[in-house]
């Protein structure tokens, strides 16, 4: 079973650079046909793909973002990361990271919150 | 604005049938299978529904999906109290630049 477990500061200060830790276990990131995504979730509101680091190590960012984001791996560590840079109050949010397999998301990780605050 | 558009809110009452569209275009739905999820409150999303109509193994078959043209539907029949959540429609956007998308969810009351 592929578990999947987010990690990072739950407070960041405006302007500075959110960074979030995915470990997953029960499968690997460097497993082939497999995307490593992030999606984040604004209070009471619907969920935004943030982006993804394919098996390969190739990266595919929501254009919305403006180039703020970056996924990288450490896959000796069997982990993914995100680095948002330039944060404001908008990218308050719980930020899931997920598998993409195939056509969709199938297994997700219990999601952390993150405020964006002074 | 999300992509793919969702009622707000329905509701019905237990052991009643529930219908929730989604609608997209020729480049996401159209194009690309549409998979459901399933958020209770405070947690993660949930597969209900992936590649338009397949049940995940521990799904009960009264939750079912289709698609047609740039639109899905997810009915569940049968309804019970535990099946109050948040639902969402997702599938890829095929144009240059784009990625995974979703609905805005639909709020299931019972």
Redesign the interface.
């Known amino acids: 079973q592929v578990q999947l477990l987010e990690s990072g500061p739950g407070l960041v200060k405006p302007s500075q650079t959110l960074s979030l830790t995915c470990t997953v276990s029960g499968g690997s990131v460097s497993s082939g046909g497999l995307y490593w995504?992030w999606?984040r979730q604004h209070p009471e509101?619907?969920?935004?793909?943030v982006?993804?680091i394919y098996y390969s190590g190739s990266t595919?960012?929501?254009?919305s973002l403006k180039s703020r984001a970056t996924i990288s791996r450490d896959t000796s560590k069997n982990q993914f990361s995100l680095n948002l840079r330039s944060v404001t109050a908008a990218d308050t949010a719980v930020y899931?990271c997920a598998r993409?397999f195939?056509?969709?998301?199938?297994y997700?990780?219990?999601?952390t919150l993150v405020t964006v605050s002074s | 604005q999300s992509v793919l558009t969702q009622p707000p809110s329905v509701s019905a009452a237990p052991g009643q049938k529930v219908t929730i569209s989604c609608s997209g275009s020729s480049s996401n739905i159209g194009e690309n299978y549409v998979w459901w999820y399933q958020q209770l409150p405070g947690a993660a999303p949930k597969v209900v529904i992936y590649d338009n109509n397949k049940r995940p193994s521990g799904i009960p078959d009264r939750f079912s999906g289709s698609k047609s043209g740039t639109s899905a539907t997810l009915v569940i029949i049968g309804l019970q109290t535990d099946d109050e959540a948040d639902y969402y429609c997702g599938t890829w956007e095929s144009r240059l630049s784009a990625g995974g998308v979703f609905g805005g969810g639909t709020k299931l009351t019972v």
Not at chain 1, 60 to 63: E, I, K, L, R, V
């Open positions: 995504s999606i509101k619907g969920l935004e793909w982006g993804y595919f960012y929501n254009p899931y993409y195939s056509s969709g998301f199938d997700w990780g219990r999601g």
